[in-house]
């Protein structure tokens, strides 16, 4: 087996934390009784108000069979519900998911940014910040020629 490229060594790495993160965040999450990826979810749906199901499995990391089944579990928890908008199904927070939402946001927020500002300077953020971005829209061009 060849030595691993510097590439490689950062996309493993970036793979390990993004683990580590989603395994603390569903941790965190659990005193609302939520998971990363339902928090996700809500997230989403109330950024865009009103979402179809394709839509939200193209912004999430959920596949649309995973998708599909969260969303049941979300809509019997009265947290979101779905709309018939003509021969499309629309999907929205309830009140009970905006506030649920709510209550944890804030939270989550500060505890996702804590594993960056304990460790990193905001100089060093604001720099990783820019050089991730530069990555991820590399990704999206190579995605889009597919």
Partial sequence: MKKNTRGSLIWLRMMRFTHQSNLLSNEFLKQFDLTTAQFDVLVQISTYT??????????????????????????????IKREQDWK???????DKGREKLEHAYEAQLAFQSSFFEDCLSKEEQQTLLRLLSRVQKNSEKMFLKK
């Fill in 50 to 79: 009103k979402l179809t199901q394709s839509e939200l499995a193209e912004k999430v990391t959920v596949t649309q069979g995973g998708i599909s089944r969260m969303l049941a579990r979300l809509e019997k928890e009265q947290l």
């Fill in 88 to 94: 499309t199904k629309m999907i929205s927070l309830t």
